[in-house]
């Protein structure tokens, strides 16, 4: 025993990763006859901090299945890749000065290094780095098909601008008017961007949900697309021929309780419709607007402001004039940008009209007729009509929906609404003012050069015609970026590729054009990667047909729970225009999902450098091997849940691996009569098990049951070969290393990797089946006949099948059962 190697991970995990290498043993190929399976990572953003101990762990959940899923017989496609433009390589670049280009690749040297250190089982050969113009060509070639469809748009959006840092920041960087870094005050610009029109696709993308195989990440994306069934109507203005303000409701039967109209600070009609009197008011209430997110007003629990305008609106149902107010509670972009407001029946609406001294008019009364005062609550449930009174006749106890659609034809026949379904999912911003991404493919003529003709020269005047965007040649891409020293914003809100003049401007036929400056954001690259992977060095189409049908759709994608929303979105809709195209051929690319967990430090908190709770897998790594790591990893818990790091978890996972090292390397017999049927059955029951965990993803129980297997081997005075072995065959997806040394030790051939699934005896892993007797109040009143395992609501019910037994107990409360398995079931009654 004491001259036996020990378990040396530094040793055998290089050796069979250089193997593995050499042999492309995991190089994805299509094989006729034979079943696929494409399983995907969600592909990390190589940051300078390197991998965490969160990237293994849905790494090591593919990599298991991908393993399994070669056993077995499938194809597998299996690769990984590089989300590689972004912010923070911007800002190291601006810090320091260095290309982000060039600390890009270091840290993609650096993820490279430290996943196959890990043993992951991807094709090598299909890596893809968003960043690399063979790809970046087929991003602009997907957004150059977008602009053709009309789905890529250019629109004057209200932005947030910090002029102290020379940015527009997304409403998550931004807290009360401040810039979070740094605290600088913000504005709300109106900024000319790019936008994708995503909200042409709201009705597929919440519709086909149904298709898909997903977490609660589903419902995620239906409220976040956020369908609502309304109606629009219209108001005429008094003193204004003409003009009318557009409202949208979902409650088109509260009409008639109207008792004010709200228009959005930034609606256009609030200028020309404020009176005299309030113009400097609504001036100032307007400006002070600008300054909040919509997130801040939407907050429901804010003290409601706004400014009487000095107008009134006509109520189309009975033509009450209703005063018109601005209010920041309404938003700009939401449904038409203006409100009816029923203060009896909605809550807002009811804060405002108290804290304004507006009235309160309740037109539905509850079903069941219970009484109400909406002075001091709103009442938003449906129920039925009250008192309404109007030009249509509607009876009272009329039910509210019914109502809605009466409403609703009344008007459409005055041509004064419709019905309208809006949706919460907004357009998508699809521009950002930075270096650090793919450049728009697109240019605009320039007019009106001044002095010297040459847009080219510094202080020379010219107009760009942003309303003539011209799609650059298909030919012509990829638009590279321009070489720059200083990657700051800079304060011009064109952006930084504003400054490459030689890069901007060019001139063809004798006219001067100018390139677009805006960049896309980091949503663009990882929209499609799934598809470059098909086929990653194609470079007459992002990817074959052939490639395509060989591989899609993805079978299984993992990933962190922060893309439920937007990344699967917005890949959802791209690849919904592609379908559109007859690019692809499936409705969804993505048919079953799931998220791993965060793991926390092992003080239960977020890992954060400054709390220094950090662990380092590198440093795992060098003390316990990558197996160790993967089978913790595996072990914590259950794929989905949040769950603490563990020093002494790790150090279990190490001793199993030890222990499973010792027992496979240890005494071996191949003589039958070893091989008793105790030990053959638990075999079986564990092949069986971690075959159907690997399925169903549950990754923990399976180890338990190796961990089993494995304490029972160590127990036996010789181990059999042949338990050996498949020992070997099932651990190997868990911890690929010490399976292939094993296997290899154990007299296999080459790599296990597409070694046969070792199958199970469907008689070996029942349960054996004991007869027990069943007492009532301690009394034997019959035997039954069950399988040792069951669970003391089966063991109840056999024995309650048994006449005798349900005779003892009829007509009594049972007040306890006693269960021992394999023993003895007794109904305690009285
Ligand atoms: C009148 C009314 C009466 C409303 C009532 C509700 C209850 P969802 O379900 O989210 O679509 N609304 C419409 N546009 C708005 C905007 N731009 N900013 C803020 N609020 C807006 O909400 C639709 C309801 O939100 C609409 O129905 C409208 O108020 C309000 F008893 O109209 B309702």
């Given at each position: 025993?004491?001259?036996?190697?020990?378990?040396?991970?530094?040793?055998?995990?290089?050796?069979?990763?250089?193997?593995?290498?050499?042999?492309?043993?995991?190089?994805?190929?299509?094989?006729?006859?034979?079943?696929?399976?494409?399983?995907?990572?969600?592909?990390p953003?190589?940051?300078g901090?390197?991998l965490?101990?969160g990237?293994?762990?849905g790494?090591?959940?593919?990599?298991?299945?991908?393993?399994?899923?070669?056993m077995?017989?499938?194809d597998?496609?299996?690769?990984?890749?590089?989300?590689?433009?972004?912010l923070?390589a911007?800002?190291h670049?601006?810090?320091t000065?260095?290309h982000?280009?060039?600390?890009?690749q270091?840290?993609?040297?650096?993820?490279?290094?430290?996943?196959?250190?890990l043993?992951f089982?991807y094709d090598?050969?299909?890596?893809?780095?968003?960043?690399d113009p063979?790809?970046?060509?087929?991003?602009q070639?997907i957004?150059?098909?977008?602009?053709?469809k009309?789905?890529?748009?250019?629109s004057?959006v209200?932005?947030?601008?910090?002029?102290?840092l020379?940015?527009?920041?997304?409403?998550?960087?931004?807290?009360?008017?401040k810039?979070?870094i740094?605290?600088?005050?913000?504005?709300?610009?109106?900024?000319?961007?790019w936008?994708?029109?995503?909200?042409?696709?709201?009705?597929r993308?919440?519709?086909d949900?149904?298709?898909?195989?997903?977490?609660?990440t589903?419902?995620k994306?239906?409220?976040?697309?956020g369908?609502?069934?309304?109606?629009?109507?219209?108001?005429?203005?008094?003193?204004?021929?003409?003009?009318?303000?557009?409202?949208?409701?979902?409650?088109?039967?509260?009409?008639?309780?109207?008792?004010y109209?709200?228009?959005?600070?930034?609606?256009?009609?609030?200028?020309a419709?404020?009176?005299k009197?309030?113009?400097?008011?609504?001036?100032t209430?307007?400006?002070a607007?600008?300054?909040?997110?919509?997130?801040?007003?939407?907050?429901?629990?804010r003290?409601k402001?706004?400014?009487?305008?000095g107008?009134?609106?006509l109520?189309?149902?009975?033509?009450?004039?209703?005063p018109?107010?601005?209010?920041?509670?309404v938003?700009?972009?939401?449904?038409t940008?203006?409100?009816?407001?029923v203060?009896?029946?909605d809550?807002?609406?009811?804060?405002?009209?108290?804290?304004?001294g507006?009235?309160?008019?309740a037109?539905?009364?509850?079903?069941?007729?219970?009484?109400?005062?909406v002075?001091?609550?709103?009442?938003?449930?449906d129920?039925?009509?009250?008192?309404?009174?109007g030009?249509l006749?509607?009876?009272?106890?009329?039910?509210?929906?019914?109502?809605?659609?009466?409403?609703?034809?009344?008007?459409?026949?005055?041509?004064m609404?419709r019905?309208?379904?809006?949706?919460?999912?907004?357009?998508?911003?699809?521009?950002?003012?930075?270096?650090w991404g793919?450049?728009?493919?697109?240019?605009?003529?320039?007019e009106s050069i001044?002095t010297?003709?040459?847009p080219?020269?510094?202080?020379?005047d010219?107009?760009i015609?942003?309303?003539?965007?011209?799609?650059?040649?298909e030919?012509?891409?990829?638009?590279?970026?321009?070489?720059?020293?200083?990657?700051?914003?800079?304060?011009?809100?064109?952006?930084?590729?504003?400054?490459?003049?030689?890069w901007?401007?060019f001139?063809?036929?004798g006219?001067?054009?100018?390139?677009?400056?805006n960049?896309?954001?980091?949503?663009?690259?990882?929209?499609?990667?799934?598809?470059?992977?098909?086929?990653?060095?194609?470079?007459?189409?992002?990817?074959s047909?052939?490639?395509?049908?060989?591989?899609?759709?993805?079978?299984?994608?993992?990933?962190?729970?922060e893309?439920?929303v937007?990344?699967?979105?917005?890949a959802r809709?791209?690849?919904k225009?592609?379908?559109?195209l007859?690019?692809?051929?499936?409705?969804?690319p993505?048919?079953?999902?799931?998220?791993q967990?965060?793991?926390?430090?092992?003080?239960?908190q977020?890992?954060?450098?400054?709390?220094?709770?950090v662990i380092?897998?590198?440093?795992?790594?060098?003390?316990?091997?990558?197996?160790?790591?993967?089978?913790?990893?595996?072990?914590?818990?259950p794929?989905?849940?949040?769950?603490?790091?563990?020093t002494a978890g790790i150090?279990?996972s190490?001793?199993?691996?030890?222990?499973?090292w010792?027992?496979?390397t240890?005494e071996?017999t191949k003589d039958p009569?070893?091989?008793?049927d105790?030990?053959?059955?638990?075999?079986h029951?564990?092949?069986?098990?971690v075959?159907?965990?690997i399925?169903a993803?549950?990754?923990?129980?399976?180890?338990?049951?190796?961990?089993?297997?494995v304490?029972?081997?160590?127990g036996?005075?010789?181990?059999?070969?042949?338990?050996?072995?498949?020992?070997?065959l099932v651990l190997?997806?868990?911890?690929?290393?010490?399976?292939?040394?094993?296997?290899?030790?154990?007299?296999g051939?080459?790599?296990?990797?597409?070694?046969?699934?070792?199958?199970?005896?469907?008689?070996?892993?029942?349960?054996?089946?004991?007869?027990?007797?069943?007492?009532?109040?301690?009394?034997?009143?019959?035997?039954?006949?069950?399988?040792?395992?069951?669970?003391?609501?089966?063991?109840?019910?056999?024995?309650?099948?048994?006449?005798?037994?349900?005779?003892?107990?009829?007509?009594?409360t049972?007040?306890?059962?006693v269960?021992?398995?394999g023993?003895?079931?007794?109904?305690i009654v009285?």
């Amino acid at each position: 025993m004491s001259d036996r190697p020990r378990y040396a991970p530094a040793e055998i995990e290089p050796k069979w990763q250089e193997i593995w290498a050499e042999r492309q043993t995991f190089r994805a190929e299509r094989h006729a006859g034979k079943a696929k399976k494409y399983i995907l990572d969600m592909f990390p953003y190589p940051s300078g901090a390197g991998l965490h101990v969160g990237h293994p762990e849905g790494y090591t959940a593919t990599d298991i299945v991908s393993r399994f899923e070669r056993m077995r017989g499938k194809d597998v496609l299996h690769p990984m890749g590089w989300d590689a433009f972004g912010l923070p390589a911007e800002q190291h670049a601006i810090r320091t000065g260095q290309h982000p280009r060039q600390t890009t690749q270091e840290n993609i040297r650096t993820f490279k290094r430290q996943l196959s250190a890990l043993g992951f089982s991807y094709d090598w050969s299909r890596e893809v780095d968003t960043t690399d113009p063979g790809y970046v060509r087929w991003t602009q070639w997907i957004f150059l098909q977008l602009f053709k469809k009309g789905l890529a748009f250019q629109s004057e959006v209200p932005v947030n601008w910090c002029p102290e840092l020379g940015t527009v920041l997304a409403n998550e960087e931004v807290e009360g008017g401040k810039s979070d870094i740094g605290g600088h005050p913000i504005e709300r610009l109106p900024l000319r961007q790019w936008m994708l029109e995503i909200t042409r696709y709201a009705d597929r993308l919440d519709a086909d949900l149904a298709l898909l195989d997903w977490p609660e990440t589903k419902a995620k994306q239906h409220n976040w697309i956020g369908r609502s069934v309304g109606a629009e109507i219209e108001f005429e203005v008094e003193g204004h021929p003409g003009k009318r303000i557009v409202v949208f409701t979902t409650r088109v039967d509260t009409l008639s309780g109207a008792t004010y109209v709200v228009l959005a600070p930034e609606h256009p009609l609030v200028e020309a419709l404020v009176s005299k009197g309030q113009q400097v008011a609504v001036a100032t209430y307007v400006e002070a607007a600008r300054l909040k997110t919509d997130i801040d007003r939407s907050d429901v629990t804010r003290t409601k402001t706004g400014v009487d305008l000095g107008a009134r609106a006509l109520n189309p149902i009975n033509g009450q004039k209703l005063p018109i107010w601005v209010a920041d509670y309404v938003i700009g972009t939401y449904g038409t940008g203006a409100v009816m407001a029923v203060p009896a029946h909605d809550e807002r609406d009811h804060a405002f009209a108290r804290a304004y001294g507006l009235p309160i008019v309740a037109v539905v009364a509850p079903a069941d007729g219970h009484a109400i005062d909406v002075r001091d609550e709103a009442f938003t449930d449906d129920g039925v009509a009250l008192g309404v009174s109007g030009h249509l006749a509607i009876a009272n106890g009329t039910k509210s929906a019914e109502v809605r659609e009466r409403t609703t034809a009344w008007l459409a026949g005055k041509g004064m609404g419709r019905a309208k379904v809006t949706y919460h999912l907004r357009d998508w911003v699809f521009s950002r003012q930075r270096y650090w991404g793919e450049p728009i493919p697109i240019y605009f003529p320039v007019e009106s050069i001044g002095t010297g003709g040459d847009p080219r020269v510094p202080g020379t005047d010219f107009t760009i015609r942003y309303d003539h965007p011209i799609a650059v040649e298909e030919a012509a891409l990829p638009v590279k970026l321009p070489e720059l020293d200083d990657f700051r914003p800079g304060n011009d809100p064109a952006g930084p590729l504003a400054r490459a003049r030689d890069w901007r401007f060019f001139q063809k036929d004798g006219t001067w054009f100018a390139r677009e400056t805006n960049t896309m954001p980091q949503w663009a690259g990882s929209c499609w990667y799934y598809l470059r992977f098909l086929d990653p060095k194609n470079d007459k189409e992002p990817f074959s047909k052939a490639a395509y049908d060989a591989w899609m759709p993805v079978d299984l994608y993992v990933g962190g729970t922060e893309h439920a929303v937007l990344h699967l979105l917005y890949a959802r809709f791209w690849h919904k225009v592609l379908f559109d195209l007859g690019v692809v051929s499936h409705p969804e690319p993505f048919i079953k999902l799931v998220h791993q967990g965060m793991i926390l430090g092992e003080d239960g908190q977020k890992m954060s450098k400054s709390r220094g709770n950090v662990i380092n897998p590198d440093d795992v790594l060098k003390t316990h091997g990558a197996d160790s790591l993967r089978v913790y990893e595996m072990f914590m818990g259950p794929l989905e849940q949040t769950k603490p790091w563990q020093t002494a978890g790790i150090e279990g996972s190490r001793r199993f691996l030890d222990r499973a090292w010792n027992v496979c390397t240890g005494e071996l017999t191949k003589d039958p009569a070893a091989y008793d049927d105790a030990t053959r059955r638990l075999v079986h029951k564990t092949v069986k098990k971690v075959g159907e965990d690997i399925e169903a993803m549950r990754f923990n129980t399976a180890i338990s049951a190796m961990m089993i297997l494995v304490r029972h081997l160590g127990g036996l005075p010789a181990v059999p070969l042949e338990a050996a072995r498949v020992f070997a065959l099932v651990l190997s997806p868990f911890a690929p290393h010490l399976g292939e040394e094993l296997w290899e030790k154990l007299g296999g051939t080459a790599s296990l990797a597409y070694e046969p699934w070792p199958s199970y005896d469907p008689a070996l892993v029942k349960d054996e089946v004991v007869e027990i007797g069943v007492q009532v109040n301690g009394k034997l009143r019959g035997t039954i006949s069950i399988p040792v395992a069951s669970s003391q609501d089966d063991a109840r019910a056999v024995a309650l099948a048994e006449p005798n037994v349900a005779a003892h107990v009829a007509g009594k409360t049972v007040r306890k059962l006693v269960y021992v398995p394999g023993k003895i079931v007794n109904f305690i009654v009285g």
